[in-house]
């Protein structure tokens, strides 16, 4: 490329007054000439790969069979190729003056043929004889040779080219095939001849040349020979790259859940509510047509599409997939480059499996750490240790524990949740290996895991509630925390929540919405307040508006249950309670059952929104335990209404007020809000009442609205510094 653009500059700039002593060929080029520039370009190919060929069996035969002394070999050749030479005409006794008669284009189609055919046998006979000789030459008086019959051929149909032209690129065409350099074959020709009309024909010719041999016969003939004498050539190997030495089908999951184009859109809400993925290949008769995502059902729940609409509506047609050979740098570099989280993995068009970045990141990550990736399946957990109580509860809660800093804030709830359903405690660590080790097989270090287990059963035994404990060594924790739900008979999970992980794809973060989608017992998720957690109390709220403006009506259940609304003199106002002094037994660290859970918890002030039916309320029914070691627990109950509801219908409300004063004996208020966004009426409510803790009820398909609709529990938790607990009721 550089001696051609050279060479182009200088004879821009007058180059041609510089004497090169080049001897000037006829040539010329015509458009309607480019078939047959091809068809010599694969003639050369094919011969050139055979003339390859010819001279590496050649030489194998006289190694094998003749066994002959050098010498011997060179003096066999030498009598088999001056005997035949010596009937031919003089121009064959030197290879240079038989070029160049060739390309004066003074030679017959006949005297070309015998050319050539002489030229290659007796070539190869020359080097199968072992004897230090070089194969240019030859292959340019092969290439002419071959190309002026081409030519002559090409005369005779058209009558537009020349045959030395054909002849010119004929010697690169097929020197690109002897030698696979095409770039090299163009360049050489070119300057024996410095005509530009010339580049074209050999580009062609050297290119469909070079292309025929690969495929004949891969490698060059210098490379053959050099192997042939024990000589290997390797291209110094790069250190391993993981992205480019695993392919999709070494890392892709190959259990694929799909969904069918007919389903409606009310069956893939409830696909998706039933999951834990957040995007489904569709498929038609195995073939993949398209992929759903969350972001396909909210942009459907923008167009107001009816809950008969079809998937293959508002499905994405004609996705994004990769091959099952596609290196990992392929796959990582469309998933950038379309920001998507998953791709399908097809053959053909058949659907095979499905990669996500979380694959990738795995495997990438197992490598940085020395390991070898095993596959994207996890095995099951391995208990390394565990300690039994008595079995005398009614049902068992599970508290997964990983932060020393809020295992004892999340333990004195359990314990409260416990203690009034009467259930026992399992308390559950998980200490993660990487996926080439068996979790069974693993040798890992239990010291830190026990002796946050023991300080755990200290804390909820000082409270006369049975304690189980487990340590399990797995792959990843979501699936260690369901193996445990199943096994264990679990009724209850309890597990903090860091209330910062909301994207359109992810509701609370990959463990939590794994175990919140598949678990079949109630979840109950804790966001603990900073300040709560802090060693020193901080600022208390000021209560103030945050600039937001709402209407709200409110009334208060006296301890008969009669509305506060008909009698004033009974209401009062939720912000003049006196906060509890926090208490703890003199000379110990461990909260004795005289006090109450909530009154070290600094829990005093609940706020709890009502949505729909109370008696499907998961976070109702929770109510009373959450509240039930509290010295002066102080509940309000609010209703969010659009502004568009002129009067919003407040039975349910009064009803929820009523079935939580039946089972609690505290202060209640029962407040209606009109505001455009929940989440917002919610932080207000809570900064003005300085509440303690919001408690949010949802289901798998009220999580995914959210996701569509916004997520009113993660926005909760980012605005407001108070406890936010979420609950989700067991199917």
């Not at 300690?387 to 509860?393: E, S």
């Not at 004195?412 to 993660?432: G, K, S, T, V």
């Not at 809000?673 to 809570?686: E, G, T």
Request: charge should be neutral; hydrophobic fraction near 45%; aromatic fraction near 6%.
């Amino acid at each position: 490329i550089a001696s051609f653009i050279g060479a182009v500059v200088s004879q821009l700039l007058g180059g041609d007054s510089l004497s090169l002593n080049l001897r000037a060929y006829p040539t010329s080029f015509d458009a309607q000439e480019i078939p047959f520039y091809i068809l010599l370009g694969v003639l050369a190919g094919l011969l050139g790969a055979l003339f390859t060929k010819g001279i590496i069996a050649s030489l194998q035969f006289n190694r094998r069979s003749l066994k002959l002394a050098l010498p011997a070999r060179m003096a066999l050749a030498g009598i088999i190729c001056g005997s035949v030479i010596a009937f031919l005409p003089d121009n064959f006794r030197n290879n240079t003056g038989l070029r160049e008669f060739l390309l004066t284009g003074e030679a017959s189609g006949m005297m070309s043929l015998i050319a050539f055919v002489a030229h290659f046998f007796l070539t190869i006979i020359s080097a199968a004889s072992g004897a230090p000789g070089g194969l240019f030459s030859p292959a340019l008086v092969l290439g002419s040779a071959l190309g002026h019959m081409v030519g002559i051929v090409q005369a005779d149909f058209l009558g537009v080219g020349l045959p030395v032209t054909y002849a010119l690129a004929g010697m690169g065409a097929f020197f690109c095939a002897v030698s696979r350099a095409p770039i090299t074959a163009v360049v050489i020709v070119f300057e024996i001849t410095a005509d530009f009309k010339l580049v074209l024909p050999l580009m062609i010719c050297s290119v469909v040349a070079y292309l025929v041999a690969e495929k004949v016969d891969n490698g060059s003939l210098y490379d053959r020979l050099l192997e042939f004498n024990g000589i290997q050539l390797t291209q110094a190997k790069a250190a391993s790259n993981t992205l480019s030495d695993l392919h999709a089908d070494d890392v892709m999951q190959r259990r694929v859940e799909t969904l069918s184009s007919m389903l409606t859109f009310d069956e893939v809400m409830q696909a998706f509510s039933r999951s834990h993925h957040r995007g489904f290949p569709v498929v038609e008769d195995g073939k993949l047509v398209g992929i759903v995502s969350q972001t396909d059902l909210a942009n459907a729940s923008e167009r107001n599409l009816s809950g008969n609409s079809l998937l293959k509506e508002f499905m994405t047609v004609g996705p994004i997939a990769v091959k099952a050979k596609d290196t990992l740098s392929e796959v990582l570099y469309r998933l950038n480059n379309y920001n998507i989280s998953r791709l399908p993995v097809i053959e053909g068009r058949r659907l095979v499996g499905i990669i996500t970045r979380s694959d990738i990141i795995r495997v990438e990550s197992d490598r940085l750490s020395g390991e070898t990736s095993q596959g994207p399946h996890p095995e099951p957990s391995y208990v390394v240790y565990q300690t039994r109580a008595p079995q005398v509860g009614n049902g068992r809660l599970l508290v997964p524990l990983s932060n020393p800093q809020t295992a004892p804030a999340l333990l004195r709830l359990a314990a409260a949740i416990a203690r009034d359903r009467n259930y026992e405690l399992e308390c559950l660590q998980i200490i993660l290996v990487p996926r080439n080790s068996s979790p069974s097989e693993s040798a890992v270090r239990t010291t830190k895991s026990r002796r946050l287990l023991q300080q755990a059963e200290r804390i909820v035994r000082n409270w006369n509630l049975p304690v189980h404990t487990q340590i399990r060594v797995a792959h990843d924790v979501p699936n260690a925390i369901l193996e445990t739900i199943r096994e264990r008979h679990i009724d209850l999970i309890l597990m903090g929540w860091q209330g910062e992980l909301s994207t359109k794809e992810r509701i609370f973060g990959d463990v939590v919405d794994t175990v919140i989608r598949q678990a079949g017992c109630e979840v109950v998720l804790v966001k603990w307040s900073e300040k709560l957690l802090a060693t020193r109390k901080k600022n208390e709220f000021s209560p103030t508006f945050s600039g937001r403006k709402y209407a709200s009506v409110e009334w208060e259940l006296n301890p008969e249950g009669v509305d506060g609304a008909d009698n004033p003199a009974l209401a009062k106002s939720s912000s003049s309670a006196t906060p509890e002094t926090e208490l703890s037994p003199p000379n110990s660290d461990i909260p004795g059952p005289e006090l109450g859970l909530h009154t070290l918890m600094g829990l005093h002030r609940w706020l709890v929104p009502i949505r729909g039916s109370y008696k499907q309320a998961a976070a109702l029914r929770l109510l009373p335990a959450l509240v039930a070691a509290s010295a002066v627990p102080e509940i309000k109950l609010c209703q969010v209404h659009q502004p568009s509801v002129a009067e919003p219908d407040r039975g349910e409300l009064k009803q929820a007020a009523e079935f939580i004063k039946r089972r609690i004996s505290c202060s209640i208020i029962a407040t209606s809000v009109c505001a455009k966004s929940v989440s917002d009426a919610l932080i207000d409510l809570a900064q003005n009442d300085q509440c303690d803790a919001i408690v949010l009820g949802a289901s798998r398909e009220g999580l995914l609205k959210q996701v569509i609709q916004g997520n009113i529990p993660e926005a909760v938790a980012r605005g407001c510094d108070c406890t936010v607990i979420l609950v989700r009721s067991a199917h």
